[in-house]
């Protein structure tokens, strides 16, 4: 069964970093296009980047160049998701995302046919 797994999240102080994880199970990432999304209370889902399974070649939502950084290990088959700088409205609820073709849509969450749970993200001074 395929399963994406968020960690990494919780309570972080303003202008420092933050490295999310996406563990995947029941496929390969070669076979999955991967992508972090994110819901801000009372907003709808945005998307910020996602690798193509393709190529390996990563998509960045404008919203996200800059400040995140995706990346990912085969031999952990896992995808992550590095935000620096953080700033009071990165405070939501991160999401990975995966869909078994070889390009993925970064603005386009119905695109992704596996979703983790989420893990929430809160930016404190």
């Known amino acids: 069964q395929l399963q994406l797994v968020e960690s990494g999240g919780g309570l972080m102080q303003l202008g420092r970093s933050l490295r999310l994880s996406c563990a995947v199970s029941?496929?390969?990432?070669?076979?999955?296009?991967i992508g972090w999304f994110r819901q801000a209370p009372g907003k709808g889902r945005e998307g910020l980047v996602c690798?193509?399974?393709?190529?390996?070649?990563?998509n960045y939502a404008d919203r996200a160049k800059g400040r995140f950084t995706i990346s990912s290990d085969s031999a952990k088959n896992a995808v992550y998701l590095q935000v620096s700088s953080l700033k009071p409205e990165d405070t939501a609820v991160y999401y990975c995302a995966g869909v078994q073709h070889g390009v993925c849509l970064v603005e386009d969450p119905g695109w992704f046919d596996y979703w983790g749970q989420g893990a929430q993200v809160t930016v404190s001074s």
């Open positions: 029941g496929i390969t990432l070669n076979d999955l296009s």
């Open positions: 690798i193509h399974s393709s190529d390996g070649t990563n």
